[in-house]
């Protein structure tokens, strides 16, 4: 999925008033995301994404952990969304529903095997944030 696409999905998901707002939002996210992944699942979503995200999923998951055995930072919904909102300039609660957001596009820009990683290693309070058929799987925390 291109970069325009991703911003203006997360835009009408999140009902953000334009697209710098859906920009911030999507950085915010995939930031704390690749804080919360192992780094080697970090990389491979990174890799799956337009140049200018997957690079900034890169410098969140190398600042999280050295070397590409680092297990990702172990944290729930409230650091998440914490995080998600002082990166966005935002309150928590509207930070969830842009992480909702971003996490739907990145459901469908992402291989299914790769979101399905990804779900298994979020907790279940961050997990339901994912799309229905992602949140409600058997996963381990």
């Known amino acids: 999925m291109r970069h325009d696409e991703m911003i203006g ?25 690749s804080e919360r992944l192992p ?12 140049p200018d995200l ?14 590409s055995g680092h297990a990702g930072e172990r944290f729930g919904l409230a650091v998440f969304a914490g995080r998600i ?8 609660d509207t930070a969830l529903r842009e992480a909702a957001a971003v996490l739907e596009v990145l459901d469908a820009a992402l291989a299914p095997e790769l979101t399905e990683r990804m779900a298994g290693v979020l907790p279940s ?15 381990e925390e």
Not at 85 to 92: K, S
């Open 9 to 33: 999905k997360v835009r009408t998901l999140a009902r953000l008033p334009d697209s710098g707002t859906a920009e911030r939002a999507t950085r915010a996210v995939v930031s704390t995301l």
């Open 39 to 50: 780094s080697g699942l970090a990389r491979h979503v990174a890799a799956q994404l337009p």
């Open 54 to 67: 997957a690079a900034a999923m890169r410098r969140a998951a190398d600042a999280a952990g050295a070397g």
């Open 85 to 92: 909102a002082d990166r966005a300039g935002t309150d928590e």
């Open 125 to 139: 309070d961050i997990r339901e944030l994912l799309p229905v058929e992602r949140a409600t799987g058997d996963h």
